[in-house]
């Protein structure tokens, strides 16, 4: 049984919605968003720019920050709000995941747990068409095309997760379950990586 | 119900295994170095031939042996042995395909189909442990180091994976599953996959 599940998830892919379902067959804390309040406990950094700085990489390709995080990481001397944003998220996961039974949704917790043996690394993924309808439905149209706010976002995710980890996302080294929410369906997924979850190795 | 699995496979990682214990769970015919016999039999090209050329790349990056191959490539005239079991060894993926109810293992299968909609593509990986545990195993010790013969074979599939798709190997847009052999266990993969297979979209 894994204790912890971390997912990472292409923008649009249901990565979200298939995490609440194994959060809930497995009865397990779900954090997405929800991370931000205990950001804010942790850091008593304002609520704003907690938001603000969430899975935002402070800088392309920060080998110094890398290697203060990498360190430990808990003096906020001389950091950004952006740094110190991070920095406070990195120890809420890794005290999430000392709590166990949880489900986290981005935010690099795959790299940031990479120690543990009790974690399963989940990586959602679906064809532009699909991820597109999602987006569309979920949030309508604005000036930007589909196809553009979803690389986007995909391209910030990337950015954010190399900034600390030097690893690239959706390497698939990173990853023991990699799923096509698209081709095998919300529901599916979830089961599946429930499943897994719930194996005894 | 998908009519074709293709899976990829790191060095190592049970994938042929798995594979095999797909096909027998939904009564599919099984196609690894079987495809041997078949590209025998389409080419006219003697066995020796075909053993020594099966998933090499004939040049690093053919960009002009990739335009033949993509344009349909039946004729084998000018083109080098390597060539020509190559684009035999396609056009026999293809008709397979057609046949259908079959696992293919590597060679590329999941590039050489990607046009059809009734395909499945696993990627099946592994932590380096895991795999040379099983290649020692199966293969026994040799004068190179573990970690080497499993990085040199997977090097060869990239390169050949390449040369003719233009697209990179173990990239996980192009797979619809992606599993950790090590961490889920053969028959869990095996069973994961079949179950997969048997949805209706």
Chains 1, 2 share one sequence.
Not at 179 to 187: K, P, V
Request: glycine content about 8%; hydrophobic content about 40%.
């Amino acid at each position: 049984m894994k204790n912890v599940i971390t997912i990472s998830r292409e923008f649009g892919s249901g990565g979200r919605t298939i995490g609440k379902m194994v959060a809930e067959a497995l009865g397990y804390k779900f954090y997405d968003s929800e991370l931000i309040n205990e950001v804010v406990k942790e850091s008593g950094i304002s609520r704003e720019f907690v938001e603000k700085y969430d899975e935002y990489a402070t800088h392309k390709n920060s080998i110094l920050f890398s290697i203060a995080v990498n360190a430990g990481g808990d003096g906020y001397n001389g950091l950004s709000i952006a740094n110190r944003v991070q920095i406070a998220q990195i120890n809420v996961i890794k005290q999430l995941a000392e709590e166990g039974n949880c489900v986290i949704i981005g935010r690099g917790a795959d790299y940031i747990l990479r120690d543990r043996d009790d974690c399963l690394n989940v990586f959602i993924r679906a064809d532009m068409q699909f991820k597109a309808r999602r987006v569309l439905e979920a949030y309508g149209e604005t000036d930007v095309k589909i196809e553009k706010r979803l690389t986007d976002k995909d391209a910030r995710r990337r950015v954010f997760y190399r900034s600390f980890s030097m690893r690239e996302w959706g390497a698939l080294e990173n990853y023991h379950l990699m799923l096509d929410s698209g081709a095998i369906g919300l529901e599916n997924c979830a089961e599946i990586i429930a499943k897994v979850a719930k194996l005894d190795n």
